[in-house]
């Protein structure tokens, strides 16, 4: 979904974000100078109730795996936020660029229920160990370490 977007403008790339509750009409990607190869190429700048340009988040190059086409990708953040935006820039800077978004897919921690395959053994245990219930679902061996009472 596309909710922005960026262009040059006077030599720097301003833009704006709008969604049903987030209106950013004025940002700016500063370019990032430095030679660690993990840094980001742009931070988003945004202009504060003060009038001051604060920074609110970054973008990386990224390249699509099934197109080859080079993006940015990074996210917005600010303790106004309930959480931060995940955002992707397509286009260039001479021609503009779209700023899109998707809601991130949840990741389930525990990972999947069903597993087709099982490491097992004294070095690399799998899973969560072995149940402490029986087929009826009652308790049997393994249960606390002074019997059935759990010492406070």
């Given at each position: 979904?596309?909710?922005?977007?960026?262009?040059?403008?006077?030599?720097?790339?301003?833009?704006?974000?709008?969604?049903?509750?987030?209106?950013?009409?004025?940002l700016?990607?500063?370019?990032?100078?430095?030679?660690?190869?993990?840094?980001?190429?742009?931070?988003i700048?945004?202009?504060?109730?003060?009038?001051?340009?604060?920074?609110?988040?970054?973008?990386?190059e990224?390249?699509?795996?099934?197109?080859?086409?080079?993006?940015?990708?990074?996210?917005?953040d600010?303790?106004?936020?309930?959480?931060?935006?995940?955002?992707?820039?397509?286009?260039t800077?001479?021609?503009?660029?779209?700023v899109?978004?998707?809601?991130?897919?949840?990741?389930?921690?525990?990972?999947?229920?069903?597993?087709?395959?099982?490491?097992?053994?004294?070095?690399?245990?799998?899973?969560?160990?072995?149940?402490?219930?029986?087929?009826?679902?009652?308790?049997?061996?393994?249960?606390?370490?002074?019997?059935?009472e759990?010492?406070?």
């Open positions: 979904m596309n909710i922005g977007e960026f262009k040059m403008s006077n030599g720097r790339l301003l833009g704006s974000i709008a969604t049903r509750t987030i209106d950013l009409p004025r700016g990607l500063r370019p990032v100078e430095s030679s660690n190869d993990k840094a980001p190429t742009y931070e700048v945004a202009l504060n109730v003060g009038n001051r340009w604060v920074q609110v988040g970054a973008l990386w990224a390249v699509a795996n099934s197109t080859g086409e080079t993006f940015l990708q990074g996210s917005i600010d303790p106004s936020l309930p959480e931060p935006l995940p955002v992707a820039l397509f286009g800077d001479q021609d503009g660029m779209r899109a978004w998707r809601r991130p897919q949840r990741r389930d921690d525990f990972g999947p229920a069903i597993r087709t395959s099982r490491r097992e053994g004294p070095e690399e245990p799998g899973g969560f160990g072995d149940s402490t219930a029986g087929a009826d679902g009652q308790m049997m061996g393994g249960g606390a370490p002074f019997g059935d759990v010492p406070y």
